[in-house]
């Protein structure tokens, strides 16, 4: 048996084999230029224990590190976008821990040797719970969440958007997954069939992404990206 395999029972039961690292490597270097782009979003429905996400956040921190580690202020806030764009979804609850867990070691690591003990109080408690809301554990076919036996909850997938909006300020936008998901079938049938493809569901342009989405179940107001764990 391989580390790319925990037990047959659970290959049987999850087609659970982790990709290698090489393997990994190759398939990001694919999409070089968006791992090297500290905003660039990513999400993975089926994550394992992050053996593509930690990578793709091994590589955003780099350019962190080089353009803004003289700057503790810059390189904490470069660092939360990196953090805020990554997204998983894995339906075995031990995976979804070890991933947020691998996640914060990497961010953890880098931090504490570029801050040299003197860290922002909260960062890292903030970044712990980005992590808790970006990588969930749930069912990417049915986009419910999940309970820890697997079984669908009634719960749907929601992830929040992080945006830095000004200094240290940023807003939290949650979205059900199941609506994006829709909001893109809609919009690929609007766009080949114009109107007779009219929208189910309420869509808005958005800026940042020069792309329709659907509207945000919830925004929250402006916060300090250092306390975005204390909002709930
Ligand atoms: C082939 S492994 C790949 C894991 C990881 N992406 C990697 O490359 O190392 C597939 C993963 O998908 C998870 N999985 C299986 N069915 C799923 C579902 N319906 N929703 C979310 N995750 C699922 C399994 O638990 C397993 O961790």
């Known amino acids: 048996m391989t580390d790319q395999v925990k037990s047959?029972?659970?290959?049987?039961?999850?087609?659970?084999?982790?990709t290698n690292e090489r393997?990994?490597?190759a398939m990001l270097?694919?999409?070089k230029?968006?791992?090297?782009r500290i905003e660039s979003r990513f999400l993975e429905p089926a994550c394992g224990d992050g053996n593509f996400l930690a990578e793709v956040l091994r590589r955003k921190l780099a350019i962190v590190n080089a353009r803004y580690r003289r700057s503790l202020s810059e390189y904490e806030k470069y660092t939360f976008i990196a953090v805020g764009s990554i997204y998983?979804?894995?339906?075995l609850y031990d995976n979804a821990v070890t991933c947020r867990e691998r996640l914060f070691s990497i961010v953890e690591g880098d931090y504490l040797r570029v801050c040299r003990k003197n860290s922002t109080p909260g960062f890292l408690d903030a970044i712990r719970y980005v992590l808790e809301r970006n990588i969930l554990n749930g069912n990417a076919l049915s986009l419910k969440q999940v309970d820890e036996s697997c079984a669908d909850t009634e719960e749907p997938i929601i992830f929040s958007e992080w945006s830095i909006v000004t200094g240290d300020k940023v807003k939290r936008r949650d979205f059900r997954l199941d609506e994006m998901l829709e909001g893109s079938a809609d919009q690929v049938q609007f766009a080949l069939f114009g109107s007779?493809?009219?929208p189910t569901s309420e869509w808005e342009f958005d800026d940042e992404t020069g792309a329709m989405i659907p509207k945000p179940i919830w925004e929250y107001p402006m916060m300090s990206f250092y306390e975005v764990q204390n909002n709930e």
């Not at 049987?12 to 084999?17: A, F, K, P, S, T």
């Open 196 to 198: 007779s493809g009219t």
């Open 8 to 18: 047959r029972q659970r290959v049987q039961d999850h087609g659970e084999v982790f």
């Open 23 to 25: 393997e990994v490597n």
């Open 29 to 31: 270097d694919m999409v």
């Open 88 to 91: 998983g979804v894995e339906l």
């Open 33 to 36: 230029q968006e791992t090297e």
